[in-house]
């Protein structure tokens, strides 16, 4: 008896022991998990459509994923965060390893053949690991370490740190640790150590930028530039400055060579260039009306262009066979938007990620993409899945109601609380700017909360496209009835008069919906200036706010990708003086249905009474009306009839507009807007 009690209780200590150590385990909390999904809710089968390898995930879904690299294979997945450690895992997610550092590792990189790892901390410690996770060796440097970077043939590793005073050094060691020289700079945009103890860097400056190349440790070129990016063996550099493009063939012992030149309209925002110079990504992060990624050869010739979402991540192969951009700065939501290209800019892959991408890498042949979110989560996916190429997921939301998600109608009231905001949104074209209406939450601040509705763009399913980057901060206030408008200086730097216009239109129009606006004056870093961005546009006058009461406006149906909306033109902007009759209105509004209706119906008469318009039509109304419509046929009907409504309405004041076919009442099939409709003011367009 006495001996199964001592045995009991010594298995139930060490339980207890174990227990104990597990929850004193002071590693920072990450673990491996089956493959978890990142996609849209709603698809019937997710882990089948998407071709995931692995992922992984930090318990606090608060957690900063600072950096994010593949080995060249794809089989090794290195990336630090603000748990305070570098990890690797496999290609299926799994957790190699972890190891805790001194100081937030701000900054990492991973050699290609993933035998090498390389990290800067905030508290000035540079540290190497092995693949197996153990440190080779650390160094201690007064300040904290904005960025460590490796050279291609890893035979030294960059160090860019800010000291304790402020000042700003650069630091090439070797492999090993030994320090080869040290240098004073300035602010710095990126750095690019190459072969051959050279070091080139992107000097930051309030105007323009300027590109610096080192040879052991002394200037030898200095060019501007805004943008600049190496081929992987530091042979060959591409730069943007003003408008231009240059591409320079590097040598060791002779000045850098031009190669070819080219005028490109757009501010260029990143560059990327493959092996061999094989292609030269050009991105613009604002994708205006048309294109904004340009992909050119060695010798100059342009081989493709797409228009990609605006503030995405652009990552390549090795050689260009494949390219992925991703961007959540594309809509209000948090979804990011995921394309993988061929070498010849056919799209491969399309995918709407419920997740914020914030971090990615693409392996050198292209067959591995790993993808980090903003909340600690990564994720693998195998780019060289045979079903990749017809792979398109769906997307989910509320139900769309009739008309699908093809239109949403004109609303006429609202719930007792709520508030409506109208703001502008580009096209898909980026040909108009398109008036959304959008319910927020009541506040004292609403001129600030219009604008930050505006930064965050249209929802995911518009088919609307931004008109401000995502993460840029304006200030508004009103005072006296003049809006004060602050725009940050990086804004003041765009190129290309679509940005330009995008940007004051579409804050003019957002603004002037609020009655207390007399008129708006804008800023550049609280400074009056004369004209915003590189076109000059004109912004030193108070722009006076005109009521559209007075207005005869008419309401146009229009289309924009897959969706249709009410795009609100005025009659003179229309090319029109005629008067301000009904029968005239209709005509014109008619004529400018035809572009998206397959057949106009005919138009017999016009009585205008007191409170209500009807309007007598012929049979070939009902051709608009077909039995057993499609969502799309019931979007076209809702759209005609919310057009004449809110343009009768608007300018007559009535509060009914009747339909008749032939003088008789006709009921529409079940499914469709019913033909007698009432108008009342205020009315929302184009709801979200």
Known sequence: ??????????????????????CNDSRPALQGEIPVEPVIPGLQSPCEALPLKGSFSIINPQTTIYALALSGSGRDIFFSSDAGAVSMLDEQGRLRWEVPLEGLPVSAVLAPGGRLAFAGTDRGKVYCLDQEGHILWEKSLPGQVLQVALAPDNDCLAVYLQGEEGQYKLCLFEQWGTLRWEKESGPLEELWPLPGDRLAYLEKNEEAGTLVLLAGGKEYWRVPASRAAFSEDGGLVALFDAGQLDFYRLEQETPPQLLWTKPVALAISSLLVTEAGKHIFAYSTFPGKGNNLFVFNKEGALLWEQKIPGGSLLQSSCHGEKAVVSSWQEYSENFSKLLVFDSNGKTLQELEIALRIEKMAVSQEGNTLALAGNDGRIFILDLADPEISSLKNATAGKDPGPQGDFYHPALFQKAVGERYLTLYFFDDQALHLIPVSRKVKNSPEMLQTAINELIKGPSRSSNLSRTLPKDVEIKAGLEKGIATVDLPGALNRLGGSTQVLGVVDSLLLTISQFPAVEGIQFLIDGEKVPSFGAEGLCIEHVFPRQSSNRKTVLYLPYRSGERYYLLPRELLALGSQSSRQGGDLLKILLEENKRLLPEIPELKNVTMEKEQIVLDWGPTLKKLFPWGGTPE????????????????????????????????RWLPPCGYPALDQEFKSPFYINPE
């Open 1 to 22: 008896m006495g001996f199964r009690f001592k045995r009991t209780m010594t298995a139930f200590l060490m339980l207890l022991l174990l227990f104990v150590c597990a």
């Open 633 to 664: 046929n019931k979007a076209q009907a809702a759209l005609f009839l919310d057009s004449l409504l809110v343009t009768l309405g608007h300018n007559f004041r009535c509060k009914k507009v009747v339909h008749l076919v032939e003088g008789q």
